[in-house]
C-alpha cells in the first residue's frame, strides 16, 4: 500500500446529494460539473491512464475494455449497466436517482470514444421510478440537443444473473436475459454483432468526470493501486446504512466506523457471492481488489454487511445460499444442481440435525462446483458458503454436533440482510 | 511454440448425457449429478478418443481447440484457435444417434406423404391403378432405407453401443409395435409386387394384399399417431421433452452429416423409381379389370 490518504469520505459522484432528493436536472448538472467536454478519440488512453476500473463487482480495468472495442473493425455498441441485481447494494440506484446526467455524459463519451452509433440504457423492469426519472433524462437531452448519439431506456427482468454483461447484450438481441458462454465475449461481438462495450453506471460517472478533468485529477484521490473514490454500500447491523463515496485504499474498519457498525461481530464483504470475515481482521484492510486479496475476498461492488450480534452466521449464510440456488439461470447442470444441494446442506447444519457425513459432503461439492458455469454464479455461491464454515468454524462443529447456536434458537434473526422474494419463473424476457 | 489440444465445455449446452465420460474417462469424469468434470488438457496419447468424445456429444456442447503456448513472453496468457474439423462430420453421419434419429425421421416425412398419396389412389382405384402400382414400387426404396436406419440403431443398442445405449430402446409399447410395423410393411409391398409378377386371376395374392394392408394399416396409424408430434422436433433439432433438454428455446441443435441423411434418402427415392420404371408394364393385364367388389 502506499500513499494513504487521511480524508476516507470525498464527494465526486456524489456532490450535491444531500441538497437534492430528487435527479439532478440537465441545468443543475452543468453548473455542478460543466457541460460535457467535447469527445475525444484518446478518452479511453485517459481512462487508462487515470486507471478506472470497472465498478460492477468485476473489477477490469475500463481503458483496456474500451481499447478492445475500439480495435475492432465496424461500427459499436455501449451498454450501460444499470441493473445493480445485488440485492444489498444500493450505490448504482443512489447515483441514478441523484446524478443521472454525470452516467450520461459518460455513455455519449464512451461511445465517440469507441465509435459506437447507439447507447442501450439497462434497468431493472421492478424499478419504475427509475425508469421514468431516465426516460425524463433522455428526454431532456433529446430536446437540448446535446448528445451525438441516440439513447434508449430498457427495462429488464430482475434476476440476480441477468445483470451479468452477456444476459444483457442477449436480451438487448431479442433473447432472455441470462448468461451465455463466453466466448465471443461482447466487446468482440455483442449487440447485433457489434463490438459492444458493456460497463457499470458507476464507472461510466467517472468515465464523465475523467473526460472533464483529467487522468492526473481522478488519481489525486485514492491510494496508487485503488485510484479514484468508490461508491460502496453499507448494510445489515448498522446504524447508519446506506451508500457512502469512499477514497480508494480507505479501511473496511473506517467504512465500519462511517455507518455505524454496532459490534465487532462478522462482516460479508463483496455481497451475496462474498466472504465472510471476523470485523477485528477485515477492520484493517484496504476496501480494495489488492488489499483483499490476500484475504480471499474481493471488495465486488462495494458491500459492507455486517452481521447482527443476535444472528446465526449459518442461518444467515443458509437463506442466502437459498435465494442464489433459487435465482440460477437453470442452464448449467453444476449450478442447477449443485446450489440447491449445497443449500440443502448448509441449512441440515443452521438446523443443527445434520445427517451422517453431510460436512464431508459439502466440502466435496464445494470443491467440485467452481469454474462449471457459463457465468460465475456458481462460484459466488460457493465463496460464501467456504468462507462460511471457515469464519464461523467453531459454530460449525457445534451445530454439526447437534447443538446449534442460541441466535439460531431463537428464531428469525434481527437485523437480516435483505432476500428478494421469489418471482414467477420463467420471466426471462 | 508448444501446441497442445484443450476441451472446452459449454456448460449451458450440456444435458448431462454423460457420453464424454465413457469415451474419455482419463479426463472426463461425472459428477453426482451426472455432469462432466473435465480436465482439459489432453495429451496427444489421449487425442483420437478425444476427438471421439466430442463428435459423439449428444448436444455437441463439447469442442477440441488447439492451443499455442507463446513461451517467448513466458505469457500465461494462450491462443486459442477452435479446431472445426472435429465439427464438420465426416460422411459417416449415421453413427450419431441424433443423425440417426433424423434419417429415420426425415424418411418417415417421404413415407407419410408417399402413403398419404397411395391412399388416395384407393378411392378410385381403377382408375389410378397405374399410379397405384407406380407408387408403391417407388416407395420399396425408403421402406427399406427405413427399415435400415431402425435396424442400425437395434444393432448399435444390442451390441451395446454407448450413445445408443444411453439413449435406451424405444417406448416399450413402441418396442412391441415395432416388429409389426416392419413385417407388415414388407407384407403390403411383397404381396403387391406378387400381385404384379403372377398377374390377375391367378392365386390368392390380391386377399392376401388387402389382409395385409388392413393388418398393415392398423399398425401404422399407432406408429404415425405416436411420432408425427415429435417430427418437427427431431427435424429442427428443437427440444422435445424427449431429449433431455431443460426448456423449450435453447440451441437448434445442428447435427453434422445433413447432406448424406438428404443423400440417402435421394438414393433411396432413385432406388425405388428404378425399381417403379422396370415393373411398371406390368400393371397393363391388371388394366381395366374390376377387382375391389
Redesign the interface.
Known amino acids: 500500500m502506499s500513499t494513504q490518504t487521511t480524508r476516507p469520505l470525498a464527494a465526486r459522484l456524489t456532490v450535491g446529494w444531500h441538497q437534492a432528493a430528487r435527479p439532478a436536472s440537465l441545468g443543475e448538472h452543468h453548473a455542478r460539473y460543466g457541460p460535457r467536454p467535447e469527445a475525444g478519440r484518446d478518452l479511453a488512453g485517459a481512462v487508462a491512464a487515470a486507471g478506472l476500473t470497472g465498478r460492477g463487482g468485476a473489477g477490469f480495468p475500463t481503458g483496456v475494455k474500451m481499447r478492445a472495442v475500439a480495435a475492432r473493425r465496424g461500427p459499436a455498441v455501449v451498454v450501460v449497466n444499470g441493473m445493480e441485481s445485488e440485492p444489498a447494494s444500493e450505490k448504482d440506484q443512489a447515483l441514478l436517482a441523484r446524478a443521472p446526467h454525470l452516467v450520461l455524459d459518460g455513455a455519449v463519451l464512451a461511445a465517440h470514444a469507441v465509435g459506437a452509433g447507439t447507447v442501450h440504457v439497462c434497468l431493472d423492469r421492478a424499478r419504475d421510478q427509475q425508469i421514468t426519472a431516465l426516460m425524463r433524462a433522455v428526454g431532456e437531452r433529446r430536446r437540448a440537443r446535446v448528445d451525438p448519439v441516440p439513447v434508449m431506456v430498457h427495462g429488464l427482468p430482475r434476476h440476480y444473473v441477468s445483470s451479468e454483461e452477456t444476459s444483457l447484450v442477449r436480451w438487448l438481441n431479442g433473447g432472455e436475459a441470462r448468461p451465455v458462454t463466453a466466448p465471443p465475449r461482447p466487446s468482440d461481438r455483442g449487440v447485433g454483432r457489434h463490438p459492444t462495450l458493456v460497463d457499470n453506471v458507476e464507472t461510466l460517472a467517472h468515465v464523465a468526470l475523467v473526460a472533464r478533468y483529467g487522468p492526473a485529477w481522478f488519481r489525486s484521490a485514492g491510494s496508487s493501486d485503488a485510484p479514484g473514490t468508490f461508491l460502496v454500500t453499507a448494510a445489515g447491523a448498522v446504524a447508519g446504512p446506506g451508500v457512502y463515496e469512499i477514497e480508494g485504499g480507505t479501511l473496511v474498519g473506517d467504512v465500519l466506523e462511517m455507518s455505524g457498525a454496532v459490534d465487532d461481530g462478522f462482516v460479508l464483504l463483496g455481497g451475496y457471492g462474498g466472504t465472510w470475515h471476523p470485523m477485528r481482521e477485515a477492520a484493517q484492510l484496504p476496501l480494495t481488489a489488492a488489499g483483499l486479496r490476500a484475504a480471499g475476498a474481493s471488495p465486488g461492488a462495494g458491500l459492507v454487511l455486517a452481521l447482527a450480534p443476535s444472528s446465526c452466521g449459518l442461518a444467515e449464510t443458509t437463506r442466502i445460499l437459498g435465494y442464489l440456488a433459487r435465482e440460477g439461470a437453470q442452464q448449467c447442470g453444476p449450478c442447477r444442481f449443485g446450489l440447491p444441494a449445497i443449500a440443502d446442506d448448509f441449512a441440515q447444519l443452521a438446523a443443527g440435525r445434520p445427517e451422517d457425513g453431510v460436512l464431508d459432503r459439502l466440502h466435496r461439492r464445494l470443491g467440485v462446483i467452481p469454474g462449471r458455469g457459463a457465468c460465475r454464479h456458481p462460484d459466488g455461491a460457493v465463496r460464501l458458503a467456504t468462507s462460511a464454515l471457515n469464519a464461523f468454524a467453531s459454530d460449525v462443529r457445534a451445530h454439526a454436533a447437534g447443538h446449534p447456536c442460541a441466535a439460531f434458537r431463537r428464531g428469525r434473526t434481527a437485523a437480516g440482510l435483505p432476500i428478494p422474494r421469489p418471482r414467477a419463473e420463467g420471466q426471462w424476457r | 511454440m508448444a501446441m497442445s489440444l484443450r476441451i472446452r465445455?459449454?456448460?449451458?449446452?450440456?444435458?448431462?448425457h454423460g457420453v464424454c465420460a465413457d469415451l474419455l474417462p482419463e479426463r472426463i469424469e461425472l459428477?453426482?449429478?451426472?455432469?462432466p468434470?473435465i480436465q482439459p488438457e489432453v495429451p496427444s496419447s489421449l487425442a483420437a478418443p478425444a476427438r471421439r468424445a466430442v463428435r459423439a456429444c449428444p448436444v455437441l456442447a463439447l469442442r477440441l481447440q488447439r492451443t499455442q503456448k507463446n513461451q517467448r513472453e513466458g505469457n500465461p496468457g494462450t491462443v486459442t484457435v477452435t479446431d472445426r474439423r472435429h465439427h464438420r462430420r465426416e460422411p459417416d453421419a449415421t453413427d450419431g444417434v441424433v443423425g440417426n434419429e433424423r434419417l429415420t425421421a426425415l424418411t418417415g416425412v417421404v413415407l407419410l406423404i408417399g402413403f398419404a398419396i397411395e391412399g388416395m389412389t384407393l378411392l378410385a382405384l381403377h382408375r389410378l391403378l397405374t399410379l397405384h402400382f407406380f407408387l408403391g414400387m417407388l416407395l420399396i426404396g425408403p421402406v427399406l432405407l427405413k427399415i435400415g436406419s431402425t435396424g442400425y440403431r437395434f444393432a448399435r443398442y444390442y451390441t451395446g453401443a454407448a450413445p445408443y445405449v444411453r439413449k435406451g430402446p424405444p417406448a416399450p409399447f413402441m418396442r412391441l409395435l415395432g416388429p409389426f410395423v416392419i413385417l407388415t410393411s414388407l407384407a403390403v409391398l411383397g404381396t403387391g409386387v406378387m400381385l404384379g409378377v403372377a398377374g390377375p386371376g391367378s392365386g390368392p395374392w390380391l386377399f392376401f394384399h388387402k389382409a395385409s394392408f388392413v393388418l398393415w394399416f392398423g399398425c401404422m396409424t399407432l406408429h404415425v399417431l405416436t411420432y408425427v408430434w415429435r417430427l418437427p422436433c427431431i427435424l429442427l433439432g428443437t427440444p422435445d421433452g424427449h431429449g433431455g433438454h431443460?426448456?423449450p428455446?435453447v440451441a437448434r441443435m445442428a447435427v453434422s452429416g445433413g447432406g448424406t441423411r438428404w443423400l440417402l434418402v435421394g438414393a433411396a427415392l432413385a432406388g425405388g423409381l428404378v425399381i417403379a420404371l422396370l415393373t411398371i408394364h406390368l400393371v397393363g393385364p391388371w388394366d381395366g379389370r374390376l377387382f375391389f367388389h
Do not use: L, Q
Open positions: 465445455i459449454d456448460p449451458t449446452a450440456c444435458t448431462g459428477d453426482e449429478w451426472g455432469f468434470i431443460a426448456e428455446g
